[in-house]
């Protein structure tokens, strides 16, 4: 029998997903713990977890739209009503690393602490979490098999597609949600003078035009569009503003669902039919290709 590779969308041309990274001030400090001493930095971040995640919630709700937050473990652990706050208003917690250093940059003993370190944190306070985003969306094996190992449904970090598809792991199947840069606030809007996270800061009128046209694109498709956001970025007034227009627009257009990582996963894994992709490094010639 013919398997439907769109059944995870169920009746929508598309699916969005909104998701929030509440990073705070972990993507400085995987920079150098020196940023700790620099306060004008550090209050820059902490509007995030502290000003944008409230302000945003209370958006959600107006809309009544569900979301996923990605914390890491050291926000969750620093502000420990954080993560309770967005599950009670009907929203999924994901895990995003500890502290949010790049995998890539670290040993797999390193890798493994960090991941574990952040279930544990999630597991003292009582909140369940099924999916991952890695720090930085970066990946490496050892990340495939510590999401296999302890039984995560689903990953949000690569971009191998513009669909969710199947991670054929060694012991396991993750189901992956991808990203993809375009679909990323920090892109638009991220600006500090030290350390250097990027040095644009556009008008929330392109942001909005260049998401829209993107979600009008995967309605043709049949696609996920997959927006990550962080609050201390997206929370500013103005810019919190093209949410909500987004969000306006794809519900007069009556097609798009919108929805939580977690049950977009599930359905994909009920349903399968899925492109499948194996997680294995690259194949090279070093000598063609030398580190």
């Given at each position: 029998?013919?398997?439907?590779?769109?059944?995870?969308?169920?009746?929508?041309?598309?699916?969005?997903?909104?998701?929030?990274?509440?990073?705070?001030?972990?993507?400085?400090l995987?920079?150098?713990?020196?940023y700790?001493?620099?306060?004008?930095?550090?209050?820059?971040?902490?509007?995030?977890p502290?000003?944008?995640?409230?302000r945003?919630?209370?958006?959600?709700?107006?809309?009544?739209?569900?979301?996923?937050?990605?914390?890491?473990?050291?926000?969750?652990?620093k502000?420990?009503h954080?993560?309770?706050?967005?599950?009670?208003?009907?929203?999924?917690?994901?895990?995003?690393?500890?502290?949010?250093?790049?995998?890539?940059?670290?040993?797999?003993?390193?890798?493994?602490?960090?991941?574990?370190?952040a279930?544990?944190?999630?597991?003292?306070?009582?909140?369940?979490?099924?999916?991952?985003?890695?720090?930085?969306?970066?990946?490496?094996?050892?990340?495939?098999?510590?999401?296999?190992?302890?039984?995560?449904?689903?990953?949000?970090?690569?971009?191998?597609?513009?669909?969710?598809?199947?991670?054929?792991?060694?012991?396991?199947?993750?189901?992956?949600?991808?990203?993809?840069?375009?679909?990323?606030?920090?892109?638009?809007?991220?600006?500090?003078?030290?350390?250097?996270?990027?040095?644009?800061?556009?008008a929330?009128?392109?942001?909005?035009?260049?998401?829209?046209?993107?979600?009008?694109?995967?309605?043709e498709?049949?696609?996920?569009?997959?927006?990550?956001?962080?609050?201390?970025?997206?929370a500013?007034?103005?810019?919190l503003?093209?949410?909500?227009r987004?969000?306006?627009?794809?519900?007069?257009?009556?097609?798009?669902?919108?929805?939580?990582?977690?049950?977009?996963?599930?359905?994909?894994?009920?349903?399968?039919?899925?492109?499948?992709?194996?997680?294995?490094?690259?194949?090279?010639?070093p000598?063609?290709?030398?580190?």
């Amino acid at each position: 029998m013919d398997v439907d590779s769109d059944a995870w969308r169920g009746a929508a041309a598309a699916v969005a997903t909104l998701t929030f990274d509440v990073d705070a001030e972990t993507p400085v400090l995987a920079a150098g713990g020196r940023y700790s001493r620099h306060l004008t930095t550090m209050s820059h971040q902490a509007y995030g977890p502290d000003v944008g995640v409230p302000r945003i919630l209370d958006l959600l709700d107006e809309l009544e739209v569900p979301a996923t937050f990605f914390v890491p473990g050291w926000v969750a652990e620093k502000r420990p009503h954080l993560a309770a706050s967005i599950v009670e208003r009907g929203h999924e917690v994901a895990h995003h690393s500890y502290s949010h250093r790049a995998s890539t940059d670290m040993t797999e003993q390193a890798q493994r602490d960090d991941f574990e370190r952040a279930l544990a944190v999630f597991e003292t306070q009582g909140i369940e979490v099924t999916g991952h985003r890695a720090a930085m969306w970066q990946t490496t094996t050892t990340t495939m098999e510590l999401l296999a190992e302890h039984g995560l449904s689903y990953d949000s970090s690569m971009m191998a597609d513009d669909r969710p598809y199947l991670l054929k792991l060694a012991d396991a199947d993750v189901v992956e949600l991808p990203v993809h840069w375009s679909l990323d606030d920090w892109e638009q809007y991220a600006f500090l003078p030290e350390p250097f996270v990027g040095s644009l800061i556009e008008a929330p009128s392109k942001v909005f035009d260049m998401w829209r046209d993107e979600l009008e694109g995967m309605r043709e498709y049949g696609c996920l569009f997959n927006l990550c956001l962080h609050p201390f970025l997206t929370a500013r007034p103005g810019r919190l503003g093209v949410v909500r227009r987004l969000v306006e627009w794809a519900r007069d257009r009556g097609d798009i669902s919108f929805e939580r990582c977690r049950d977009v996963a599930a359905r994909v894994a009920e349903f399968g039919g899925v492109r499948e992709v194996y997680a294995t490094p690259t194949e090279i010639d070093p000598e063609t290709y030398p580190d």
